[in-house]
């Protein structure tokens, strides 16, 4: 419906939207397509799902369990000495920092489905962020890790030209990948197991990439312009679509991409490095120079990532031994640090974010956390912190012990 005809309605039908959304819900869940009514009422399944609804079709397409689900046996962190210290809120991450010693790693899948519709918008008030969707040949969409339809795909749709067309195709792209920690954990490792399969030549690479994405590709041997990518106002149709399913703190993954980048084989590891975050915009340490007058006595190098080239970060990472960084992106750059290195994260407990305890566990790496408090009247992402120094003093002295690699362990 075109918005002068909306505003039609509204004058003289009360709650006229509403009333049009449930009768498009009701009538596309009765079998009606979509488009019809502007895409609202899409249907979301899972990619298991839409497989066992079509069991048994061979024209439906093809699954491939990768790495079946398990779960993990990891290490508390250093500094602590029970689960119960830890916090068992889930939040926004689907599990919690006293679930990652028994963290379930989720299915690693690959499928091929036919005559997909793929969609995209970004989001200004949201730093611009990127989000995909698919739509299936029976115009569902798959519900994937940030992959999922939502109203603005369903408004971009019925703005949108004619979808552009490709044969086939592979596509590996969630939602903020432009982001230095989502392209590092969740977008590297799909693409070094494509690399490994042999299965690179028909990827898709978004058009808008930072000099760090491009950096990353350059180290491995890939050359991003000779990859094929999507016109950003157009959606695109595929008549033989690869898609990708993936934990983005499975252990088999994450380690790819140290392996890919020699980070094992490199010098045995002698830095002590800290992070700073005093250019951020957000999550700064308020007492930084405190913590730093703890730090530089001990050896430690204050580095800022967002000066350093791609490849300079990989190199500072694969001779570092001893990682400290308030919560932050930069703390990913763990992945390129030899196996064993001791992280130190300065985190708020009571925002209670898992994922770089659950990255140090992937990767073998000791990890250890500083407890800070948040400050400030806004989100809780956009928080400064700080942390109290004997926080971390107590810790330091555990990194300059030796550290023990530990095989992957999964049952």
Same mark, same amino acid.
């Given at each position: 419906?075109?918005?002068?005809?909306?505003?039609?309605?509204?004058?003289?039908?009360?709650?006229?939207?509403?009333?049009?959304?449930?009768?498009?819900?009701?009538?596309?869940?009765?079998?009606?397509?979509?488009?019809?009514?502007?895409?609202?009422?899409?249907?979301?399944?899972?990619?298991?799902?839409?497989?066992?609804?079509?069991?048994?079709?061979?024209?439906?397409? !093809?699954?491939? *369990?990768?790495?079946?689900?398990?779960?993990?046996?990891?290490?508390?962190?250093?500094? /602590?000495?029970?689960?119960?210290?830890?916090?068992?809120?889930?939040?926004?991450?689907?599990?919690?920092?006293?679930?990652?010693?028994?963290? #379930?790693?989720?299915? *690693? /899948?690959?499928?091929?489905?036919?005559?997909?519709?793929?969609?995209?918008?970004?989001?200004?008030?949201?730093?611009?962020?990127?989000?995909?969707?698919?739509?299936?040949?029976?115009?569902?969409?798959?519900?994937?890790?940030?992959?999922?339809?939502?109203?603005?795909?369903?408004?971009?749709?019925?703005?949108?030209?004619?979808?552009?067309?490709? =044969?086939?195709?592979?596509?590996? #792209?969630?939602?903020?990948?432009?982001?230095?920690? !989502?392209?590092?954990?969740?977008?590297?490792?799909?693409?070094?197991?494509?690399?490994?399969?042999?299965?690179?030549?028909?990827?898709?690479?978004?058009?808008?990439?930072?000099?760090?994405?491009?950096?990353?590709?350059?180290?491995?041997?890939? =050359?991003?312009?000779?990859?094929?990518?999507? $016109?950003?106002?157009?959606?695109?149709?595929?008549?033989?679509?690869? +898609?990708?399913?993936?934990?983005?703190?499975?252990?088999?993954?994450?380690?790819?991409?140290?392996?890919?980048?020699? +980070?094992?084989?490199?010098?045995?590891?002698?830095? =002590?490095?800290? #992070?700073?975050?005093?250019?951020?915009?957000?999550?700064?340490?308020?007492?930084?120079?405190? #913590?730093?007058?703890?730090?530089?006595?001990?050896?430690?190098?204050?580095?800022?990532? &967002?000066?350093? *080239?791609?490849?300079?970060?990989?190199?500072?990472?694969?001779?570092?031994?001893?990682?400290?960084?308030?919560?932050?992106?930069?703390?990913?750059?763990?992945?390129?640090?030899?196996?064993?290195?001791? +992280?130190?994260?300065?985190?708020?407990?009571? /925002?209670?974010?898992?994922?770089?305890?659950?990255?140090?566990?992937?990767?073998?790496?000791?990890?250890?956390?500083?407890?800070?408090?948040?400050?400030?009247?806004? !989100?809780?992402?956009? =928080?400064?912190?700080?942390? $109290?120094?004997?926080?971390?003093? &107590? +810790?330091?002295?555990?990194?300059?012990?030796?550290?023990?690699?530990?095989?992957? &362990?999964?049952?």
């Amino acid at each position: 419906m075109t918005s002068q005809g909306q505003g039609f309605l509204d004058r003289f039908v009360p709650n006229a939207q509403a009333k049009w959304d449930r009768v498009a819900a009701a009538s596309v869940k009765r079998g009606a397509p979509p488009r019809w009514f502007g895409y609202r009422g899409v249907i979301r399944e899972s990619v298991p799902e839409y497989f066992g609804r079509h069991s048994g079709d061979t024209t439906a397409g !093809h699954y491939e *369990t990768v790495h079946p689900e398990a779960v993990a046996s990891n290490p508390l962190p250093d500094n /602590f000495s029970s689960p119960d210290e830890l916090p068992d809120d889930r939040g926004w991450w689907g599990y919690s920092f006293r679930d990652v010693p028994h963290r #379930i790693s989720g299915e *690693t /899948f690959m499928a091929t489905v036919p005559d997909c519709l793929i969609t995209w918008y970004r989001n200004p008030e949201q730093e611009n962020d990127f989000y995909p969707a698919i739509l299936n040949r029976d115009s569902r969409a798959f519900d994937m890790r940030e992959v999922r339809f939502r109203p603005m795909h369903a408004e971009t749709l019925r703005q949108s030209p004619e979808p552009a067309r490709l =044969k086939r195709a592979t596509w590996f #792209i969630e939602r903020v990948y432009h982001n230095h920690s !989502h392209w590092l954990t969740a977008h590297l490792p799909k693409l070094l197991l494509l690399r490994e399969k042999g299965m690179l030549d028909q990827v898709i690479l978004p058009p808008e990439r930072s000099a760090a994405i491009d950096g990353c590709l350059r180290m491995l041997g890939l =050359k991003p312009e000779q990859f094929q990518t999507y $016109d950003p106002a157009r959606p695109l149709f595929v008549e033989e679509l690869t +898609i990708m399913g993936t934990d983005r703190f499975r252990p088999e993954l994450l380690r790819m991409v140290p392996q890919a980048f020699g +980070i094992n084989e490199a010098v045995k590891p002698h830095r =002590k490095v800290f #992070i700073s975050r005093l250019h951020a915009a957000r999550r700064r340490l308020v007492n930084e120079e405190e #913590i730093w007058a703890l730090l530089e006595p001990q050896g430690f190098e204050r580095v800022l990532m &967002e000066n350093m *080239t791609f490849e300079d970060q990989v190199r500072l990472m694969s001779e570092t031994a001893v990682l400290v960084a308030p919560h932050g992106a930069g703390l990913t750059n763990m992945l390129f640090c030899p196996e064993g290195a001791h +992280i130190v994260e300065i985190a708020d407990l009571s /925002f209670p974010n898992p994922n770089f305890y659950a990255l140090a566990s992937a990767l073998g790496h000791r990890y250890s956390l500083a407890r800070a408090e948040s400050l400030g009247d806004v !989100h809780p992402l956009e =928080k400064d912190l700080k942390v $109290d120094p004997s926080r971390v003093t &107590e +810790i330091l002295p555990r990194t300059d012990r030796p550290s023990a690699t530990r095989p992957l &362990e999964h049952s």
